[in-house]
């Protein structure tokens, strides 16, 4: 059993930045593989990154690649999200997501949080 809370979303210009979090409990942390998710109005839910359980491999989806940076603490149980050279497109609501192999399959992993709106006006 897994939970995962996120945080950090809110409003920012196109270009600016924003830093979410992902604070797991119920199981051992180390033993998934973590990631995000986002949801726009409208459309279906999309991978954006997976990061592996020891933190030495990623992997973004072309959306995001090179504006979007993944890490994790494992003493603090939490993933992060640093979000810079926003976009309006990018608005959508992100989802924390966990699973062993998240970063092999990129799909709907074991476990999701219940999501943090972000917003990027023009």
């Known amino acids: 059993q897994v939970q995962l809370v996120e945080s950090g979303g809110g409003l920012v210009q196109a270009g600016g930045s924003l830093r979410l979090s992902c604070a797991a409990s119920?199981?051992?942390?180390?033993?998934?593989?973590m990631g995000w998710f986002r949801q726009a109005p409208g459309k279906e839910r999309e991978f954006i990154v997976a990061?592996?359980?020891?933190?030495?491999?990623?992997d973004y989806a072309d959306s995001v690649k090179g504006r979007f940076t993944i890490s994790r603490d494992t003493p603090k149980n939490t993933v992060y999200l640093q979000m810079n050279k926003l976009k309006p497109e990018d608005t959508a609501v992100y989802y924390c997501?966990?699973?062993?192999?998240?970063?092999?399959?990129?799909?709907?992993?074991?476990?999701w949080g219940q999501g943090t709106q972000v917003t990027v006006s023009s």
């Open positions: 997501a966990a699973d062993p192999l998240l970063h092999i399959t990129r799909r709907a992993p074991g476990y």
């Open positions: 990061i592996t359980r020891s933190g030495s491999s990623t």
């Open positions: 119920g199981r051992t942390f180390s033993s998934y593989a």
